[in-house]
T-cell receptor
Framework: SQQGEEDPQALSIQEGENATMNCSYK?????LQWYRQNSGRGLVHLILIRSNEREKHSGRLRVTLDTSKKSSSLLITASRAADTASYFCATEDDMRFGAGTRLTVKP | KAGVTQTPRYLIKTRGQQVTLSCSPI?????VSWYQQTPGQGLQFLFE???????NKGNFPGRFSGRQFSNSRSEMNVSTLELGDSALYLC?????????????FGPGTRLTVL
């Protein structure tokens, strides 16, 4: 079974808007990672947040983690067309990925 | 430093055949993981190797197997191919398999089974 579950499954926004994606997981974790995948290609690591962290920033990315709710969110601010991709969360437990959120940023 | 490379990039096989995919990790990385990605099932973990030993295995039938060589390069084999094995197979490497290491993914091998 999958550990990370992202929602929404798909998100379409205009360039310049913010995009928020959520991830829920089932078991206790030590860290949670977010990855991006451009169409039909390999995944690229975006950010890792540890279980003792509540929020982390990296450029236009902001990740939050709520271990009590077993959930995480990824916020992309001031989105660009180049952000169009699928976004996955994964926990370190055998790196089980969710189905991903497909983000489309319209120019 | 060169990234993770996978060969071949594209492959077409017919049902019943077997296939071997190859993955060369980033130099110095000793952990290699394999994933299968399909539109219907998403990204699923196949197995992970570290120092030539399989450390973790996903929920796939025995037709899926792998190995890792002393230089950390890894191969994945699928025997008796089925139509449902058509997928993008991704390989990822990391320095170790502890809880704080990110994985670096290759571009994948797209396998089509006819």
């Amino acid at each position: 079974s999958q550990q990370g579950e992202e929602d929404p499954q798909a998100l379409s926004i205009q360039e310049g808007e913010n995009a928020t994606m959520n991830c829920s997981y089932k078991t206790s974790i030590n860290n949670l990672q977010w990855y991006r995948q451009n169409s039909g290609r390999g995944l690229v690591h975006l950010i890792l947040i540890r279980s003792n962290e509540r929020e982390k920033h990296s450029g236009r990315l902001r990740v939050t983690l709520d271990t009590s709710k077993k959930s995480s969110s990824l916020l992309i601010t001031a989105s660009r067309a180049a952000d169009t991709a699928s976004y996955f969360c994964a926990t370190e437990d055998d790196m089980r990925f969710g189905a991903g959120t497909r983000l489309t940023v319209k120019p | 430093k060169a990234g993770v490379t996978q060969t071949p990039r594209y492959l077409i096989k017919t049902r019943g055949q077997q296939v071997t995919l190859s993955c060369s990790p980033i130099s110095g990385h000793r952990s290699v993981s394999w994933y299968q990605q399909t539109p219907g099932q998403g990204l699923q973990f196949l197995f992970e190797y570290f120092s030539e030993t399989q450390r973790n295995k996903g929920n796939f039938p025995g037709r899926f197997s792998g190995r890792q060589f002393s230089n950390s390069r890894s191969e994945m084999n699928v025997s008796t191919l089925e139509l449902g094995d058509s997928a993008l197979y991704l390989c990822a490497s990391s320095t170790t398999r502890d809880t704080y290491n990110e994985q670096f993914f290759g571009p994948g091998t797209r396998l089509t089974v006819l």
